[in-house]
């Protein structure tokens, strides 16, 4: 089992930064990949950007250049630049671990004001 705990949300002027951060504890030694996904009201919860135990990453169009997934441990943080209205959404921690599956974060608010 793992659990996993968001925190960094909040508040934010459009052209503003956040810093997401997402910590890991239980049977973390076997994650393959980590990842953010968000979801906006009426939306599908879709990807963000992940990040591979190599180290290899993958962002969604919408935000490649402004934000940037890094890990250390096991922990996982979102930096997020010049935000914009459209990004405000619920944003989920998310982990893939090899032989037992995917586990997700309880999401942390982002809003951004125009």
């Known amino acids: 089992q793992v659990r996993l705990v968001e925190s960094g949300g909040g508040l934010v002027q459009a052209g503003g930064s956040l810093r997401l951060s997402c910590a890991a504890s239980?049977?973390?030694?076997?994650?393959?990949?980590r990842a953010w996904y968000r979801q906006a009201p009426g939306l599908q919860r879709e990807l963000v950007a992940s990040?591979?135990?190599?180290?290899s990453t993958n962002y969604a169009d919408s935000v490649k250049g402004r934000f940037t997934i890094s890990r250390d441990n096991d922990k996982v943080a979102l930096q997020m630049n010049s935000l914009k209205p459209d990004d405000t959404a619920v944003y989920y921690c998310?982990?893939?671990?090899?032989?037992?599956?995917?586990?997700w974060g309880k999401g942390t608010q982002v809003t951004v004001s125009s």
């Open positions: 998310n982990v893939i671990i090899y032989g037992s599956g995917i586990y």
């Open positions: 239980g049977s973390t030694s076997r994650i393959l990949t």
């Open positions: 990040i591979s135990s190599g180290g």
